[in-house]
Antibody, heavy 123, light 107 residues
Framework: QVQLQESGPGLVKPSQTLSLTCTVSSGPISSGDYSWTWIRQPAGKGLEWIGRMYTNGNTKYNPSLKSRVTVSRDTSKNQFSLRLSSVTATDTAVYYC???????????????WGQGTMVTVSS | DIQMSQSPSSLSASVGDRVTITCRASQSIGNYLNWYQQKPGTAPNLLIYAASSLQSGVPSRFSGSGSGTDFTLTISSLQPEDFACYFCQQSYSTPHTFGQGTKLEIK
């Protein structure tokens, strides 16, 4: 069973760049009908879809964050990453990485999630 | 962006009850609708995908229905472990937006 694990700093200063990495335990992230996705959740609030990378390397981002967000990958390490620039306190949240699945080319939910990592933006 | 709205926002129920949660999309999304369960301090867990398909390993007391703009998640007989927060998500177009969540509490 594939597992995902987020890693990165738990504290980021305002105006700096948040950088997180998701390590995928098995199965190359460059194959299969999957997308590798970042989601966040402020404390006590709902879920916000940030962006994703398909196995072919194409990316899609939430327009509300598009100018600040980049999802990339390192296939040699089977990792994908999130960079969010110019952070403010409103970016404080638990950040999750997840695997999006397609069945017969139809998006079929986020079936594997990391445990999440708390990131606080504060000076 | 497609807006997803859930109702109710919170719900009190008893073990053994039948419970229904509703999710409405701001435009037609076909059957591109997923449901998740989230317990405190843990990541969401996929229950239902494509509106009505049960994710592997999820108990059969969970079911989903609907298409277009209106969807429901039904739990046929609540168990103690079902008290949690439930989210819907559309995967019709990016960003794949979520509903605001429904908190299911013990009466």
């Amino acid at each position: 069973q594939v597992q995902l694990q987020e890693s990165g700093p738990g504290l980021v200063k305002p105006s700096q760049t948040l950088s997180l990495t998701c390590t995928v335990s098995s199965g190359p992230i460059s194959s299969g009908d999957y997308s590798w996705t970042w989601i966040r959740q402020p404390a006590g609030k709902g879920l916000e879809w940030i962006g994703r990378m398909y196995t072919n390397g194409n990316t899609k981002y939430n327009p509300s964050l598009k100018s600040r967000v980049t999802v990339s990958r390192d296939t040699s390490k089977n990792q994908f990453s999130l960079r969010l620039s110019s952070v403010t306190a409103t970016d404080t949240a638990v950040y999750y990485c997840a695997r999006g699945r397609a069945i017969s080319r139809s998006p079929s939910g986020l079936d594997v999630w990391g445990q999440g990592t708390m990131v606080t933006v504060s000076s | 962006d497609i807006q997803m709205s859930q109702s109710p926002s919170s719900l009190s129920a008893s073990v053994g009850d039948r419970v229904t949660i509703t999710c409405r999309a701001s435009q037609s999304i076909g059957n591109y609708l997923n449901w998740y369960q989230q317990k405190p301090g843990t990541a969401p867990n996929l229950l239902i995908y494509a509106a009505s398909s049960l994710q592997s390993g999820v108990p059969s007391r969970f079911s989903g229905s609907g298409s277009g703009t209106d969807f429901t998640l039904t739990i046929s007989s609540l168990q103690p472990e079902d008290f949690a927060c439930y989210f819907c998500q559309q995967s019709y177009s990016t960003p794949h937006t979520f509903g605001q969540g429904t908190k299911l509490e013990i009466k």
